[in-house]
C-alpha cells in the first residue's frame, strides 16, 4: 500500500512539473481544448490567417473551406488537418502553422481519501489520468478503498475503477476531461 501511496506521488510530482510546452512569443502548441482560442496562419496567404475563439463544438470558420474541427486535435494534427482541406481544390502545397493565443482553464476535481483534496488543472499539452489525478492529490490516504474509486463524467456517466488492476497493469489507465470528478471512499474494514 505504501508502495502506490509513493507510485501516486511520483507520477503526481511528474504531471505537475511537465505541463504547459509553450512555442517562442508565448503562444502555445498542445492539444486544443474546446473553447480555446487560436491562431492559424497558412505560409504566404495571408489572406487565409484565422484568429479566433473555437465554438462551443471545438470548430472556427475558415475562408475557402468553411468549419474545420480542432478541438482534441494537437497543434500539429491541426495544421495536417487543414492542409489536407486545403489541398483539396484550392492550394498546391499548402504550409499551415496553429498556435494556441488563449486557453480556457479546464479541471477535474479529486475528492474524498486523498491526502489533499482539491481542484487540479489539466495539463494543457498532454492528457492526464486517473493515478496521475491521485498521484497529484497527495496519494490516497491509509483507510482509502482504491478498488472503488468513482469517475463521474459530465452527462451523469459514472464509472468504477480499481486502482491497483491499473498499477499492476490488468487495465489501462484512464484518461481524464474537463470535468470530471474522482471520488475515492473510504474503506469499511
Known amino acids: ?43 504566404r496567404e495571408d489572406d487565409l490567417t484565422t484568429t479566433g475563439q473555437l465554438s462551443t463544438s471545438g470548430t472556427i470558420t475558415m475562408p475557402l473551406i468553411g468549419s474545420v474541427k480542432l478541438a482534441g486535435l494537437s497543434t500539429e494534427s491541426a495544421a495536417k488537418a487543414i492542409e489536407a482541406k486545403l489541398k483539396d481544390g484550392y492550394l498546391v502545397k499548402p504550409e499551415v502553422t496553429v ?29 492526464l489520468t486517473v493515478v496521475e489525478a491521485i498521484g497529484m492529490a497527495g496519494g490516497s490516504t491509509r483507510i482509502a478503498n482504491t478498488k472503488k474509486i468513482t469517475l463521474k463524467r459530465s452527462g451523469g456517466k459514472v464509472q468504477t475503477i480499481n486502482l491497483k488492476d491499473i498499477t499492476s ?15 475515492i471512499p473510504e474503506s469499511l474494514f
Open 99 to 127: 498556435t494556441i493565443e488563449g486557453r480556457i482553464r479546464r479541471t477535474i476535481t479529486v475528492l474524498g481519501q486523498v491526502q489533499n483534496s482539491g481542484v487540479f488543472e489539466l495539463p494543457a499539452n498532454r492528457s
Open 169 to 183: 497493469g490488468k487495465v489501462a489507465d484512464v484518461p481524464l476531461k474537463d470535468g470530471d470528478v474522482l471520488s
Open 1 to 43: 500500500m505504501k508502495f502506490l501511496l509513493l507510485l501516486c506521488a511520483i507520477i503526481g510530482l511528474l504531471a505537475a512539473f511537465s505541463s504547459g510546452q509553450t512555442a517562442e512569443g508565448g503562444r502555445a502548441s498542445g492539444i486544443i481544448g474546446q473553447r480555446d482560442t487560436v491562431e492559424i496562419r497558412v505560409f
